[in-house]
């Protein structure tokens, strides 16, 4: 990205955090990175055993608040999930009523969600996809090299509402990584040893001024706790690299952390319902 996705930018305040080289708009404060891809960890790569113990079950959890999250503004209708994964949120969504959708890059795993759901395509968003009412992008803009130009693809293929679930850097274990220049924590946030690194990282403001100028009106947000207790060392064993004792030495502090977000009703997770700006194409 040469220029700051959400206000256009150029000028940057660049820094290298923990090894990772991050620019933070000068005019906007949106951070974007350059993290070079070069064969990290995919999902093929996961202990499953830890996935199922920690993402997965957090992720069925947030499947639940998430619809809640969608239901005053939308009942019904056609629900499209890009990035699906296994599914958590389409079977959250038919189990309220509403006919899904997903495409996931992934064939493993998109197999793995076309067994239980159905409408599965092996994909990405493209020019070919059908319209939905509801279409949801949930930690996807984050991964993105051209993020203004899937926003724009989104303008016309989603009818009533936008779902977004980003990580926040306003969320206090973003901070505290950055501010005391935690190493694994820096790159865990910015996934800079993995295959798919975060390439920005957006706020409530950014993301909001964003959906913005891609003519989107923001109508809901709220912050999802995304390490709750009981998942903290299966999350931070989840690549094998980290070892289950050191693991448990993070517990109490993702416990304050936790308990500081739940006071400030902010986290390091995002979820903004956006819907398209009648007239405004
Ligand atoms: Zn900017």
């Avoid at 055993?49 to 639940?64: F, K, L, N, T």
């Avoid at 303008?155 to 950055?178: C, E, N, Q, T, Y």
């Amino acid at each position: 990205m040469e220029s700051c996705p959400v206000c256009d930018g150029l000028r940057f305040d660049a820094r290298t955090i923990a090894g990772v080289a991050i620019r933070r708009c000068a005019s906007c404060g949106c951070r974007i990175s350059d993290i070079a891809v070069a064969g990290g960890i995919s999902y093929g790569h996961v202990d499953d055993g830890a996935y199922a113990g920690s993402i997965a079950r957090v992720r069925r959890r947030q499947a639940q608040e998430i619809i809640a999250f969608v239901r005053p503004f939308a009942r019904s209708g056609e629900w499209l999930d890009v990035g699906c994964g296994y599914g958590y949120v389409l079977d959250a969504a038919k189990a309220e009523g509403f006919r899904v959708r997903g495409v996931e890059p992934d064939g493993k795993v998109a197999s793995a969600a076309r067994e239980r759901i159905g409408n599965i395509e092996q994909g990405t968003l493209a020019e070919s996809t059908a319209v939905a009412d509801v279409l949801s992008t949930l930690d996807v803009l984050e991964h993105l090299h051209d993020p203004a130009a899937f926003a724009r693809l989104v303008r016309s293929k989603a009818r009533k509402l936008w779902l977004i679930k980003v990580p926040s850097s306003d969320g206090l274990f973003f901070r505290l990584a950055h501010a005391l220049r935690i190493r694994g924590a820096v790159q865990r946030l910015w996934q800079s040893g993995y295959e798919h690194p975060h390439t920005v990282y957006f706020d409530h403001a950014t993301l909001t001024r964003f959906l913005e100028k891609h003519g989107f009106e923001v109508v809901a947000v709220r912050y999802l706790e995304e390490v709750p207790h009981g998942t903290v060392v299966d999350r931070l064993t989840l690549d094998g690299r980290t070892p289950r004792w050191k693991a448990r030495l993070a517990v109490p502090l993702f416990f304050a952390v936790n308990l500081i977000e739940r006071l400030r009703g902010r986290s390091d997770a995002l979820l903004v319902l956006a819907r398209p700006r009648v007239g405004q194409q």
